[in-house]
């Protein structure tokens, strides 16, 4: 089992950044895909960036060039900073897990909600 905590969402003006964090349990971070997820209300979960166990990286393209994903596996925590944020990005934050030798073996965090609005 893999427990995720997320931290860092809040409210924040139209073009405002903001930091999430989602940090491990347990120290076998390194051996999971680190993704971002994002939900609105009434809308589907989306993916909204991916960090794999090599440190490479993607992005949806609503966010290309806004957010950045990173992980310190020395924390056993994810990051995504997001700058330049506008009134869509709102939504509830998920992080997600997904163990490199099986992707039937996932975890997800709580939430932390984002809010953009003057």
């Known amino acids: 089992q893999l427990q995720l905590v997320e931290s860092g969402g809040g409210l924040v003006q139209p073009g405002g950044s903001l930091r999430l964090s989602c940090a491990a349990a347990?120290?076998?971070?390194?051996?999971?895909?680190m993704d971002w997820y994002r939900q609105a209300p009434g809308k589907q979960r989306d993916l909204v960036a991916r960090i794999t166990t090599r440190g490479y990286t993607n992005y949806a393209d609503s966010v290309k060039g806004r957010f950045t994903i990173s992980r310190d596996n020395a924390k056993n925590t994810v990051y995504l900073q997001m700058n330049s944020l506008k009134s869509e990005d709102t939504a509830v934050y998920f992080c997600?897990?997904?163990?490199?030798?099986?992707?039937?073996?996932?975890?997800w965090g709580q939430g932390t909600q984002v809010t953009v609005s003057s």
């Open positions: 997600r897990a997904e163990y490199r030798f099986s992707s039937a073996r996932e975890y």
């Open positions: 347990q120290n076998i971070f390194s051996n999971y895909h």
